[in-house]
């Protein structure tokens, strides 16, 4: 019973240690990710500003005919 105890206790602060030098690694892509969505981000507005909206469809210029009754 008191290697369970003892067992959670390390495994605890092992999982702790590991938890603190992974939470760097994790803190480092998390900012390198929020870089990345900035520049996508100013990329499309960007593009968004240089692209120009479609013309619109001129309407038809033939008669439709109507039948006569």
Known sequence: MIT???TFIVGA????LVARNNIK??????NEAKELA???EA???????????KTKRKPSTRKTT???K
């Open 25 to 30: 690694k994790l803190n480092v892509l998390v």
């Open 13 to 16: 602060i092992v999982g702790a």
């Open 66 to 68: 109507t039948k006569k």
């Open 38 to 40: 900035d520049k996508a």
């Open 43 to 53: 990329e499309l507005k960007e593009l968004k500003a240089k692209s120009k909206p």
């Open 4 to 6: 369970i105890i003892v």
